[in-house]
């Protein structure tokens, strides 16, 4: 009798899956948890193919809002995807950070591709969020050496990161495999309160800024993109009000100024009431 692969158990109802375990002698059950732990440990490395799927919990038919924000950045080179906390901005935004770096876009993908292997920079308010956050998700837990793969970015196209000073456990750049190109993107992990001058200088692909800015470091971002066609996407609860910012995205939001008021108040015309 051949021996049952693991794949064959993994097709067995689950109510047989455990009486067939049993009945296996010890051996061939040690090599199915091999083969068990084997399939956990690459499923934890591609963590980007859980989301947005055809079906199940994750199924981007639940997510209109999240598709039509990645689908606009076809035709808008900046784009905001605003919301309450814990309503999946950051996942939209390292999901969409991701394929870019990699190149490897799943078919359904309705957004923007580029065809090259990309520079990008994702930031978020201070260097401790910036960790907590956007590495954390993009990386796996920061500081644990163990789970360095297991976030959004593939494990096994990460090629190499490199260590930020004055921060523990903090990552600055991160070296990511172009699938289709065979090529190399970097993607480099900034925070607002190093300051504007921390986002001048080079030209951009991609910039993910992660919370609101102020608009003078958010019009450098829009700088760095002006030569390559490069995309900016901000994530942000909009916790400060109807900034200056805010306002470029919802200027149908903008108070009425008093000038327009004044003005739309018009005296009927003389001799009116006589008609
Ligand atoms: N498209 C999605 N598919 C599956 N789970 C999602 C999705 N969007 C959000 N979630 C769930 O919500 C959690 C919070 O998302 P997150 O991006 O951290 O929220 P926010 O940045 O808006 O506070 C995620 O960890 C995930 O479990
Ligand atoms: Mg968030």
Known sequence: ???????????????????????????????????????????????VDRYFTDSGKA???????????FELGRTHQERGLFGGNRSGKTLCGTYEDTLHLTGEYPDFWPGYRFDR?????AAGDTGKTTRDVLQATLLGKPGDTSAFGT?????????????????????????????PTGGVSTLQLKSYDQGREAFQGTANDLIHLDEEPDLEIYTECLLRLMTTNGRLILTATPLRGLTDLMLQFMPHLAPAPDVVEAASWQAPPEGAEDE
Request: a positive charge.
């Open 1 to 47: 009798m051949t021996e049952l692969s693991f794949e064959d158990l993994c097709r067995k109802p689950r109510a047989e899956i455990l009486s067939t375990l049993q009945q296996m002698h010890l051996p061939a059950q040690l090599r199915m948890l091999e083969a068990m732990k084997d399939w956990l440990r690459k499923k934890n490395r591609r963590r």
């Open 59 to 69: 199924a981007r038919s639940g997510y209109p809002k999240q598709m039509q924000f």
């Open 117 to 121: 292997p990309i520079d990008a920079w």
């Open 151 to 179: 976030g959004m970015i593939p494990g096994d196209r990460i090629l190499r990161v490199t260590v930020k000073h004055g921060l523990a456990d903090a990552v600055e750049t991160i070296f990511v495999r172009h699938v």
